[in-house]
């Protein structure tokens, strides 16, 4: 594995940070010269109270960059993960079962991670086993593509007639169906990695679980990691590239926060790349009922939280694929905002437990309106609003617009292209920022009208 430049890696890190932030700042500082009048009508004094909203992001910015400042980029701890774990190898007495979930629709995208599982825990000879768990028929099409997958990969189909005790539905309905199918024994030293059908392992991931799975604290915790959203067709449509770049920057930001420095989901967790104790797994389940199959994942990290379980921060990444279209793009964020809603108002948690999401999550809701502001603003001119104010939204929205530019280069760093593509996918990346934050508003404009009632599986082949 040949030896990144790291000092490279921190320039553009920290650049990617502070663009955004720069340009908005400056903007913020040339409107106010020059754009900005009185308060003389009852027009600029709705818009002043609106303009409040800019500071929607009073959590998600500061959290982000005490975890860009404290921790930095990965690449350097990836690199050192990677080569301890090639001079060590995986520990046999450590067994490692991956979890593939899946509707059953979307098969070239989940025989793909499967192929791609196999080879590389495989080679690096990893104790492991494959578990793959649909609604729909799925395993004589994906044997049929491999010359032995015996006794490592292992298919269950829920039964039509499967019901848990609480009506759990979707994905949680599948995952709990998977307990309830598995043998119980050995529990001690088997780890569960949750996956979804088009997640791709990565070296560094497995270096980060063989580092992780050396302390004691791995039997007794939850861990989640860094995804990249560059696996399969990446940069082809550079709107949903654009957009999606914020979730990985939000990992390293908020997430990688409160699971490296709290030790709690006070925000939740992602669906993917969760690594579970099994003991933790069967202790819990996931039978969250109906409302909370919506976003189980949250349910789950929340309930665990609950119960006194820590979580912490896994190093190492996987790779996994954005929806194919806006409208996909649209109804996943919809049902991430109805989930989350549903999850802050579920009484059967304590409300210290859900206070932070909740508060989050109003934050989130207002967001749009921001967004909204700030065109009207700019259409029809500026009113006044304090100078102390306007620096410190200038500040606060830049911040969340570095969440797009982060994401986007951690992205980048492992597509196979030539630099003058990976420049071109970072600046457009950069320049559609204002209209990646439009559709994130409508979003979730439409999660507040038409609240999701069913979980949408978005096509990912």
Sequence with gaps: MKKPNFILDYIIFYASIFIPLAIYIALTNYYFKNYVNPLDSVVDYIMFFLKLTWFGGIILVPTGFISWFLYGSPLKQDYINTQLFLNQGWNPTKKLVVVFVSRGQNIEALDRSISNTLTLLNKHNVRFEIEVVTDLPVESQIRSNHASIENKVFFYQVPHHYETENNAKYKARALHYLIDSRERSLLDNTWYLHFDEESQITLECIAGLHKFLKTKESYDVVAQGEIKYNAYNYGQNLLITAIDAIRTGDDLGRFRFQLK??????????GSFILIP???????????????????????ALTAAEMGYKFRWLDGFIMEQSPFSLSDLIKQRRRWVSGLVLLANDNQLKLITRLPLKINLFLWQISWVSIFVTIINIIIGGS?????????????TGGFYSMYTVGSYRNLRDIDA????KISIYLATLLLIPISAVIEGVAVIYATLEPVTHFDVVQKN
Excluded: M, Q
């Design 278 to 300: 099994a003991k933790i797994e069967h202790h819990i389940g996931f039978d969250v009922g109906g409302r909370g199959s919506i976003t189980e994942d949250a349910y789950f």
């Design 261 to 270: 420095l709290l030790g709690t989901p006070v925000f939740g967790i992602h």
């Design 384 to 396: 006044w609003f304090p100078t102390e104010l306007s620096y410190a939204a200038a500040i606060i």
């Design 418 to 421: 030539n630099i003058f593509k």
